[in-house]
């Protein structure tokens, strides 16, 4: 690897553009040649025909589909301890993967790609029937014959003549598409089912951006039967390699993650580089205190994948783009672990309990939980624990910067500042769409994590469906200030912008949010723990009129209060919250 960046480079000027350079492009992980069969050159074509993204393109081999599912089995299924500092879960995870990969899977690889060329041959033939039955030509028109005299006497009529089709080949096409879609939900076995919702997808793509299926059909089949061996194939050969992870536990010793009686989900949520990962350490004391040991929880961090994915060291002047070059594939990944969770949970009905450390775009999602208990394993679960990390977005970039510089994976400032809009903006949302839902049970803290490193974040708010106990107000109201920030900024006084759009009285949406949505807010004192002020049923009452005295001594605090109506600790009895200076949200 190329001597680390000296003076010349920096947190604010770290060296690397936003989008990946061109040239970088063949060391994508999925369209390195040594991972896949597609090619390069071909994609932007393809994904400008369909609409497809990249990686839903590309044709991976045998070998890397089972280096997916050895990812996806250990995570889900071996014990990986944690360690002191948090490199340590990543070193000890791919330690795993890499043993069985080459003692007790290697010798199985020949097989495997023959399975799985049998399998690509099994299911291109049936989408080719699929095509070939779903765009069948019309039958030519034909004009009736006359009638006998015979067959007038006799009161005979001639065959109706069949009714031309007037609909336009977008609609035929729609047409069609719907009744595959239709065709898929009723299919049945897991095969059948997988061709045609790959082959739904797919069209729907094409027709979604084209109008129609204006595509060859020898092209359209490669296609869906690529995308069906990327998923189902995938799958598919998990399901052979796991006889062979399981005697590698034995023979090692690596110890089976158990599911649990009452499993609990413990969910880090916060932009890149706030600091998730630096808590996973400081969990082990509230994992115990719930009565889980170490070795009876699995971790969710798709980051410690990446070094299995790409070859860090061989990356020469780029570098600075290895996060970038994986991430894609890693996304793969992530979606094929929450399947294999999901089904694993419908075999057992349960699941580990589960740490989760991840960023995940969807995450944030205004999908509805009925939907989503349905859709995923969070139905088995209990207890869900929502961790959200609040970190001041100059200090993400300042703690990007120093990641790439010891672990190799660097990112542009304007990703880390766009992060951070993303990150603030869906934590609200995300925190209401699980209050509203009555399972699992949910508890949620928020976490100030603008201290030193190895430093434990201080509490921002905890609380559950019930009551919300805030110790510092100004969190909350740093939420709604995040998402105002400049993304292109370049140093971190172009960050935040100069006019009155941070002011106090404009930024209390969400804090206000959680007044009207918990049935009862304490603010609480966090030198003493005693609750000075209660807010419940659209009323504030002050507890402690001199602890509520001396809140209002910081002037922003004091701002705060009077934006949200907080009555004065010298007038007598409640306050309405509708009453009171307001100012927009904005």
């Known amino acids: 690897m190329p001597e680390r960046p000296g003076l010349e480079f920096s947190a604010w000027n770290p060296g690397l553009e936003a989008d990946l350079p061109r040239r970088y492009q063949a060391l994508e992980t999925i369209h390195h040649t040594a991972n896949v069969d597609s090619r390069l050159a071909d994609i932007p074509e393809l994904s400008a025909l369909t ?46 993967a890499r043993k069985l990969l080459s003692d007790y899977l290697a010798p199985h690889l020949p097989r495997l790609r023959q399975e799985h060329a049998r399998l690509y041959g099994e299911i291109h033939a049936r989408v080719g029937d699929i095509l070939a039955a779903a765009f069948a030509p019309e039958p030519a028109e034909i004009e009736p014959e006359p009638g006998s005299w015979l067959s007038r006497w006799l009161g005979k009529r001639p065959a109706p003549q069949r009714q031309p089709d007037h609909r336009s080949i977008e609609e035929r096409h729609h047409e069609v598409i719907r009744g595959l879609r239709e065709t898929g939900l009723a299919a049945r076995g897991d095969l059948e089912r997988a061709i045609y919702k790959s082959t739904y997808r797919v069209l729907n793509s094409i027709a979604s951006r084209q109008g129609h299926i204006g595509v060859d059909r020898e092209l359209l089949a490669r296609l869906i039967t690529q995308q069906v061996c990327n998923d189902f194939g995938s799958r598919h050969l998990g399901e052979r390699i796991a006889p062979h992870v399981a005697r590698a536990m034995d023979v090692e010793g690596y110890r089976r993650l158990p599911c649990a009686r009452e499993p609990i989900l413990i969910s880090l949520k916060g932009a890149s580089a706030a600091g998730k990962s630096s808590l996973r350490p400081l969990l082990k004391d509230t994992l115990q205190d719930l009565g889980i040991q170490a070795d009876h929880y699995g971790t969710v961090s798709p980051d410690i994948w990446r070094r299995l994915l790409l070859d860090y060291d061989a990356l020469g002047e780029a570098y600075k ?43 944030f999602s205004q999908e509805r939980v009925p939907r989503l208990l349905d859709a995923t394993y969070a139905k088995h679960v209990a207890t869900m624990y929502f961790y959200f990390i609040v970190t001041p977005p100059e200090a993400t970039v300042e703690r990007g ?85 400049n993304t292109r900024a370049t140093c971190p006084a172009e960050v935040y912008p100069g006019d009155d759009s941070l002011a106090i009285g404009r930024n209390c949406a969400f804090l206000r949010q959680c007044l009207a949505k918990v049935p009862e807010v304490r603010f609480v004192d966090a ?18 009129p001199a602890l509520l005295d001396t809140q209002r001594a910081a002037p922003e605090l004091a701002e705060l209060f009077a934006a949200l109506g907080v009555p004065d600790p010298q007038q007598n009895g409640p306050a309405s919250l509708e009453t009171g200076p307001r100012s927009s949200p904005g």
């Open 51 to 96: 609409g497809l993204a990249e990686e839903e393109l590309v044709a991976f081999k045998a070998e890397r589909l089972v280096l997916h599912e050895v990812i996806v089995q250990v995570t889900a299924d071996i014990v990986v301890l944690e360690g002191e500092e948090e490199e340590l879960l990543g070193q000890h995870f791919r330690d795993i």
């Open 321 to 363: 783009y290895a996060g970038r070059l994986s991430g894609k594939e890693v996304k793969l990944i992530d979606a094929k672990l929450d399947r294999y969770i999901r089904d694993k949970a419908q075999r057992d009905r349960s699941i580990p309990n589960l740490v989760i450390d991840r960023f995940r775009f969807d995450s």
């Open 401 to 485: 910067w120093e990641r790439g510089l010891t672990r190799g994976r660097f990112k542009a400032v304007e990703d880390f500042l766009g992060h951070c809009v993303e990150a603030y903006d869906g934590m609200p949302r995300l925190l209401f769409k699980w209050l509203d839902s009555r399972h699992p049970r949910l508890e949620y803290c928020f976490l100030d994590n603008s201290v030193p490193k190895h430093t434990p974040p201080t509490t921002i708010a905890y609380g559950n469906r019930e009551v919300l106990h805030i110790l510092a107000p100004l969190g909350l109201v740093a939420i709604d200030r995040y998402k105002r920030i």
């Open 527 to 544: 030198a003493t723990g005693q609750v000075y002020l209660k807010a419940a049923a659209g009323r504030f009452a002050v507890v402690a």
